[in-house]
Nanobody
Framework: QVQLVESGGGLVQPGGSLSLSCAAS???????????MGWYRQAPGKQRELVAS???????SYADSVKGRFTLSRDNARKTLYLQMNDLKPEDAAIYYC?????????WGQGTQVTVSS
């Protein structure tokens, strides 16, 4: 069984913060540390886009639109991925999806909704 379960989404005012988590479970993720993990988002009417990713060596990359505001980290012992989102803007509103990939393997979580509105 392969599971990626996101949590932490919700409603926040512009300028506010949210912290997302993605917990991996199942024997497939016994080598969790070897996966490249990432967060993607998809707003209504738009394509899914990469927000941030982190390699097995914890090297991170960010979309230009979130640099300086979002921080991605991973805890391999807990098999959990985190996304700290600060100074949220209305354009950050979307469904956020956790992704795990390694070679040809590519798995997605179900997504968590982030709404940014006053």
């Amino acid at each position: 069984q392969v599971q990626l379960v996101e949590s932490g989404g919700g409603l926040v005012q512009p300028g506010g913060s949210l912290s997302l988590s993605c917990a991996a479970s199942g024997t497939f993720f016994s080598s969790y540390a070897s996966f490249i993990m990432g967060w993607y988002r998809q707003a209504p009417g738009k394509q899914r886009e990469l927000v941030a990713s982190i390699t097995s060596g914890s090297s991170t990359s960010y979309a230009d639109s979130v640099k300086g505001r979002f921080t991605l980290s991973r805890d391999n012992a807990r098999k959990t991925l985190y996304l700290q989102m600060n100074d949220l803007k209305p354009e950050d509103a979307a469904i956020y999806y956790c992704n795990a990939r390694r070679g040809p393997l590519n798995h997605w979580g179900q997504g968590t909704q982030v709404t940014v509105s006053s």
